[in-house]
T-cell receptor, first 110, second 114 residues
Framework: QKEVEQDPGPLSVPEGAIVSLNCTYS??????FMWYRQYSRKGPELLMYTYSSGNKEDGRFTAQVDKSSKYISLFIRDSQPSDSATYLC??????????FGTGTSLTVIP | EAGVAQSPRYKIIEKRQSVAFWCNPI?????LYWYQQILGQGPKLLIQ????????DSQLPKDRFSAERLKGVDSTLKIQPAKLEDSAVYLC????????????FGPGTRLTVL
């Protein structure tokens, strides 16, 4: 079993839609959770960084962590064509070694 | 604050040739990672350095890949000889080393092996 599972998509939504991206994990020791956005031919850029369970909001983005279910989500409100990218979830136990999902490809259609 | 720098951005070589990639981390970041990202997959850790010492190289194919981080700053990753399956993006990431921070990625080097 992989440490982190992520549906690769692809996901295609109309502009303005709410997007939900999800990852599940198997190791209950993970404490820090991240979402990265990766545009084509670019390196991943950090979008959201959360510690333990709960919600974190930043503009149109909300990250949710449910440690009891070993499930994390990223919500994008009012999606824009510029949100079209691959979204990677990542997590770590100690803040030093990181485990990645395979990424979900998102296309927002104008 | 300047980001993680990598060069070259693109490289095309023939199989059995050798290639080297370079990474310059964010100033003061003690931890440096090299990842391999094959198209459609998440980054796979190749090697992790803490300053100039290796923390984890369990997934580095040591018969052909080598990496060093002299003086605990810049790092180079080398492949010799390259195989077709080494075609991927090689990402360098760095981390301050404290658990309240995360890692930051460079733009990557896209390697094509023909």
């Amino acid at each position: 079993q992989k440490e982190v599972e992520q549906d690769p998509g692809p996901l295609s939504v109309p502009e303005g839609a709410i997007v939900s991206l999800n990852c599940t994990y198997s190791n209950s020791a993970f404490q820090y959770f991240m979402w990265y956005r990766q545009y084509s031919r670019k390196g991943p850029e950090l979008l959201m960084y959360t510690y333990s369970s709960g919600n974190k909001e930043d503009g149109r983005f909300t990250a949710q962590v449910d440690k009891s279910s070993k499930y994390i989500s990223l919500f994008i409100r009012d999606s824009q064509p510029s949100d079209s990218a691959t979204y990677l979830c990542a997590m770590t136990k100690t803040g030093n070694q990181f485990y990645f999902g395979t990424g979900t490809s998102l296309t927002v259609i104008p | 604050e300047a980001g993680v720098a990598q060069s070259p951005r693109y490289k095309i070589i023939e199989k059995r040739q050798s290639v080297a990639f370079w990474c310059n981390p964010i100033s003061g970041h003690a931890t440096l990672y090299w990842y391999q990202q094959i198209l459609g997959q998440g980054p796979k850790l190749l090697i992790q350095f803490q300053n100039n010492g290796v923390v984890d190289d369990s997934q580095l194919p040591k018969d052909r890949f080598s990496a060093e981080r002299l003086k605990g700053v810049d790092s180079t990753l080398k492949i010799q000889p390259a195989k077709l399956e080494d075609s991927a993006v090689y990402l360098c990431a760095t981390h301050r080393g404290d658990r309240t921070d995360t890692q930051y990625f460079g733009p990557g080097t896209r390697l094509t092996v023909l």
